[in-house]
């Protein structure tokens, strides 16, 4: 027996170790494509113009050292080792770490949030005894709201950077590779070609984006394999036939030594030499794909010993040749016979990587657009098997004319390098503050870890970014231009997105006035489905008010749809609707908060309206047999949104796709905390009953009892009639059609504004409005079913 059970545990961990090994495998092509085609260009810009390569040698094993010690503190111990662990749900990136924060301290400036969304199972909470400094440091960033939105501003800082990253690594990875032709041909074709060629391989990369990388995803990693082993071959040919003894170059006193002789010079180079670690990023940001451990193995046994080998063997090269008749590039280390081979697998392999940071653009711009802080735009999901692999239109030619525009503005590796090593250094800072935080708020570290942590990478970052900035003028000022762009785009439409949202929350009617429409007021009800989307999660919208007042009619079932995002990646399908009534049974109203992810894929309007449909019913069955088997639950102890709305507005189920065994004949509730409270209930689809609650106190018990008596048979038939009526209604109202009413606002400063606010208010926000999809067409509303009611927001 003990045997049978020793040879399951191999046979289960072997099962895992191979998968570990397969994603290690697969990662390479997703994830390594842009750290690895470094070596192309590191050397190049390094040596451009700020040091000179001499006969002692000090200035290419000084860089050497640099290289190795940048990357074996960055990608290898920051990231690999810290940085990794702070994953949210497996997700990583800079939104998986802003939300990770918002979720362990009240810090998100994001509107609709419910004490509801904390049951959710994705929304988990790390569970270390908090120490006291730690909640001294959640309990200033909670207390001082500039804090909220300086940290919404270094998120946003962070993202624009990755997006300007995506405009410039597909330019300079390119471009390199290509520049290898310019030792097979004259100065004069060579200098006709490259840029042709270049951009070429760019329009054909970004022309094919819409297929997906699922299409030709599987050469990525054999082509990414290929090039790390041909770059570690030629970097140990070149070692051992050049100069075996470069390996003592790797001591930091070779650092000290460049330093003390270039000066400024050899600080200002440092900026070529933090290229070395472009790509690093991508290891976080595509966690989600893959697990820790894949990404972990493949960079430490994999990436990192192929990258030491191929930057040696090029130091190895140059030491022994001062007096190239080329420039310094990485071409020149390649042996004449190889060379064209080479050259092919090195546009390959930059090709590669150029999809990685695109495909992690098109991400991060998705995320963006969930959490309200990016105009709609068209997002077109490429696999049905892969999730996240999408495809935004207006964004892929935005992106390859501005890449098409810097290849040939740039024409050169060292202005390009600039750009993208100030863009790389921002992302990497931005990163190393947000996981400080983490560390004090998710992890509960004693603030002193944190402090450490930010001023032992801070330090080093700060000093390839101060180095990042001396190149101002010379490349460095496109990411910051482009950066300030898309910052003062995001920010407005955020801004503009909370002030709307305010704005209905204070102009919502009460319940009250609902109720009281009808033939008396000569308001009629008409046949189908009307469907009122808002962003309020409680009241009636000012919206539908402006409707009825004009349209004196509303349909005879009537669903008011939020359809939110909540700061988790993915939000479980049988999690997703929250349903209650609104008013009593007879009135047929009802409330339903659809919550999706920052990664979630939301569905087609088709779809999405057969199983609102389906959830409906689910809850009116799940409803009447509450009441039917619990005719004393009113004295439940509920939380009012507002004193003026009725128990029912507040009480939401989660409406999904587990069956639970029967309701037992009493429950006792020993205790009941201030948070939501998951009851399961039988015969319904339903997950469980999130209410809302007041705190109370510990010691409180309530007993409820279910009385079966004959005296209640009447009662419980003439329930089964009135549950058959409302789904007849719902069914009747399905078939005479759908009607989606949505809010078409005109947003304005009110009197008295700055003149800026009145600037992105009345000009920006609403230009981006008129020019970005409409709700309706994020949303896939046929428009023979729209219905638009005008709205002018006063913010």
Known sequence: MDLELGKSLDTSKRDSWKTALLLAYQSLGVVYGDLST????????????????????????????????????????????????????????????????????????LPNRQVADEALSTYKLEHHPEKKSSSGVKQYLEKHKVL??????????????????????????????????????????????????????????????????????????????????????????????????????????????????????????????????TGSEAMFADLGHFSYSAIQTAFTFMVYPALILAYMGQAAYLSQHHQTSYQISFYVSVPESVRWPVLIIAILASVVGSQAIISGTF????????????????????????????????????????????????????????????????????????????????????PIVALLFLLFFGSIELLYFSASLTKFTEGAWLPILLAL??????????????????????????????????????????????????DLTSGIPANFSRFVTNLPAFHRVLVFVCVKSVPVPFVPPAERY?????????????????????????????????ELVSKLADFIHYDWYRSQNRPHAEDDVVSHSNSNESTSECRLAVIGMVAFSGIPAYEIDESVQPASVSVG????????????????????????????????????????????????????????????????????????????????????????????????????VPPVSLLEVGMVYVV
């Open 363 to 446: 991400s991060i711009i998705n995320q963006s657009q969930s959490l309200s802080c990016f105009p709609r735009v068209k997002v077109i999901h490429t696999s049905d098997k892969i999730h996240g692999q999408i495809y935004i239109p207006e964004i892929n030619w935005v992106l390859m004319i501005l890449c098409i525009a810097v290849t040939i503005g740039f024409r050169d590796t060292k202005h390009m390098g600039n750009a993208s090593g100030l863009a790389v250094m921002t992302v990497m800072l931005v990163t190393t503050c947000l996981t400080s935080l983490v560390i004090i708020l998710c992890w509960h570290k004693p």
């Open 38 to 109: 470094s070596p192309l260009y590191v050397y190049k810009s390094t040596f451009a113009e700020d040091i000179q390569h001499s006969e002692t040698n000090e200035e290419i094993y000084g860089v050497l050292s640099f290289v190795f010690w940048t990357l074996t503190l960055v990608p290898l111990f920051k990231y690999v080792f810290v940085v990794l662990r702070a994953d949210d749900n497996g997700e990583g990136g800079t939104f998986a770490l802003y939300s990770l924060i918002c979720r362990h301290a009240k810090v998100s400036v």
């Open 681 to 780: 209930f039988s015969t319904v689809e339903s997950v469980t009953d999130v209410i809302e609650m007041e705190p109370v106190r510990a010691d409180e018990r309530r007993v409820r009892f279910a009385i079966d008596d004959d005296s209640e048979s009447d009662v419980r038939s003439d329930m089964e009639l009135q549950l058959r009526n409302e789904l007849q209604d719902l069914l009747a109202a399905q078939e005479a059609g759908t009607a989606f009413i949505l809010g078409h606002s005109h947003v304005r400063a009110k009197q008295g504004s700055s003149i800026l606010k009145r600037l992105a208010i009345n000009f920006g926000y609403n230009f981006l409005r008129r020019n970005c999809r409409g709700p309706d067409v994020a949303l896939k």
């Open 148 to 277: 909220h939105t300086a940290l919404l501003i270094l998120v946003l800082l962070g993202t624009c950077m990755v997006i300007g990253d995506g405009v410039l690594t597909p330019a300079i990875s390119v471009f390199s590779a290509v520049s290898g032709l310019e030792l097979s041909m004259s100065k004069e074709h060579h200098q006709y070609a490259v840029m042709p060629i270049t951009c070429f391989i760019l329009v054909c990369l970004f022309a094919l984006q819409h297929y997906g990388t699922h299409r030709v995803g599987f050469f990525f990693a054999p082509i990414v394999l290929t090039w790390l082993l041909c770059i570690s071959t030629l970097g140990l040919y070149n070692i051992i036939h050049w100069n075996p003894h470069v390996y003592q170059a790797l001591s930091p006193y070779y650092m000290f030594k460049f330093l003390k002789k270039t000066r400024k010079g050899g600080w200002m180079s440092l900026g070529g030499i933090l290229l070395c670690i």
């Open 485 to 534: 762009f898309l910052m003062t785009i995001m920010f407005v439409w955020h801004y503009a997105t909370i002030k709307k949202y305010e704005f209905d929350l204070h102009n919502k009617v009460s319940l009250e006035w609902l109720l009281a429409l009808g033939p008396s007021l000569g308001i009629a009800r008409v046949p189908g489905i009307g469907l009122v989307f808002t």
């Open 578 to 610: 929250l349903v209650g009534r609104v008013g009593p049974a007879a009135h047929r109203s009802y409330r339903c908060i659809v919550r999706y992810g920052y990664r979630d894929v939301h569905q087609d309007v088709d779809s999405f309206e057969s």
